[in-house]
């Protein structure tokens, strides 16, 4: 294993024992230019230099630059901050592998014994252990505690190690490994020297029940009681949290197992609360509410933000509205979730006037609505049939750097074609695909309604021209096509007398195995019939025929 050393020579690149850097790196430093090859930088320098001084450049056979030793002044504060400047995490172990490398180690045998060993801080392994772990490195994170608990922190680990052991469960949660994080869990008293405890113990079974895997919990629950471990508050928590979130589970058992919690906090009432709530159950949630009041717990934005998402869901917009206007008298400020919780209600309950004075506060407020949020807003206008104010609030998200879905631009669509803006519907189809915005298996049925719509409202409007144009667009995009709305192009076009364009339609219905109907033939031959060239050629044959009989 090659050693980084200060002075540092920017071509010795720090290898960790699982990664060879293959770039050479040119460092520039404010007003001073490029370094050039073989400069000696001094490691408060490294420390406190951006990475966007340092710049990649051409990628080079790798190789084991040679040992070298660590000067006397490195401390595990230059580490950390070494460390801490580093955005690729993988570099970082690096770092931290070469400067926490003992000097006897058989991949340096030319090390110099007398050299200090490096003892880093609980922060740096904090650190680094929660840097790789966000970036998906779990079992680089996982070695690392191993090595640390073997070599830097032997006797005994367990306090130095246990706040990035606890961030490593809960990264192999986030990651949907939570099986893996049991394992590692089990093996943690034998394979890193950390007992267990009741935090340790509480991170692993917030990660079996956020996965669903009830049993083990409840079995993971058991060993916690039989290993003497009283559940904390945040125990408590994690089982409420199980049973509120198991639909097939009555609720009153939630209740009962939220009235055995010594202490409960507001994460306690904010989970029973909540899943009163979603089994219908809305005034005992509000009684529970007034008694979190009474207890002198202090309602979160979280408290506030479920019930008045319930109330609004409910049509009980009064109650919703005076909950929101007492967090602010509280001095709890809602937040993006708050707001889109009791617009998306208001506009389902066809108070539009009231979610857009609610928007115009948001902004002011300086939270920027998402998409969520403006569609909510989109939709309670178009069932109300006011599409001005509709597509004034698209620009307004537009403005605002949002891009507007599928399900979006649907909505304000077939709105138009509805209230018989057809051109204008047609419009916004062509804004949509030049945006990109194209089918996928989720949205397919809602192109083709999109698409559909506009090409029968277009011809409903006499505008054939652009229909066929925006049937040719469907076509291209690999959009299918209605059997009615085939039809209904061949009858416009025929009544235009297009021949050419009806004919091609009928074609691709053909092509689609979409037989057409008599009245789509009668449609196409009546046109044909009527052109006089036609039919004097049919009548000659026909008297030929005649003639030869």
Known sequence: MGLWAGPIDVHSTPIGPQWQLTYVEVLVLPGQGSIPPNTSVSPDTLAVLPNSSRRRRSPMPPSTPSATRWPKTLTADHLHRLVRAERDPRRALALFDAATARPSSASSPAADPTAPVLLPSRDTVSLLTSRLASAGFLPLAASLLSRCSRELFPSPPGAALEPPFLALLRAYSRAHQPLAALHLFRSAPSALGLPHSARSYTAVLAALVAHSHLP??????????????????????????????????????????????????????????????????????????????????????????????????????????????EMSRRGIMPNVVTYSSLIDGLCKGGRATSAMELLDRMVKERKLPNTITYSSVIDGLYKEGRLGDAMEILDRMRLQGRKPDAGLFGKLIVGLCDAG?????????????????????????????????????????????????????????????????????????????????AAHVVRDMLSERCIPERETWDAIVHVYWSKKKVRQAAEEMWNQLTVSN
């Open 216 to 325: 083990l919990a409840r079995s993971l629950l058991a060993d916690m009681r039989a290993a003497g471990f009283a559940p904390t508050t945040a125990t408590y928590n994690v089982l409420v949290k199980a049973h509120c979130s198991d639909a097939a589970a009555p609720i009153d058992d939630a209740v009962r197992l939220f009235r055995s919690i010594p202490k409960p906090d507001a994460c306690s009432y904010n989970t029973v609360i909540d899943g009163l709530c979603r089994r219908g159950r809305m005034p005992e949630a509000r009684h529970l509410f007034e008694e979190m009041v009474v207890n002198e717990i202090e309602p979160t934005v979280v408290t506030y933000t479920t019930l008045i998402h319930w109330l609004a869901r409910e049509a009980c917009f009064d109650d919703a509205l005076k909950l929101f206007d």
């Open 421 to 501: 803006r057809a051109v204008e519907a047609a419009n916004y189809l062509d804004e949509m695909n030049l945006a990109g915005i194209q089918p996928n298996r989720l949205t397919w049925s809602l192109h083709v309604r999109i698409n559909d719509a506009v090409v029968t409202s277009l011809c409903a409007k006499g505008e054939v021209g652009r229909a066929f144009q925006v049937y040719q667009s469907m076509r291209t995009r690999g959009i299918s096509t209605k059997p009615r709305t085939f039809h209904l192009l061949v009858e416009c076009l025929s009544k235009k007398n297009n021949l050419e364009k």
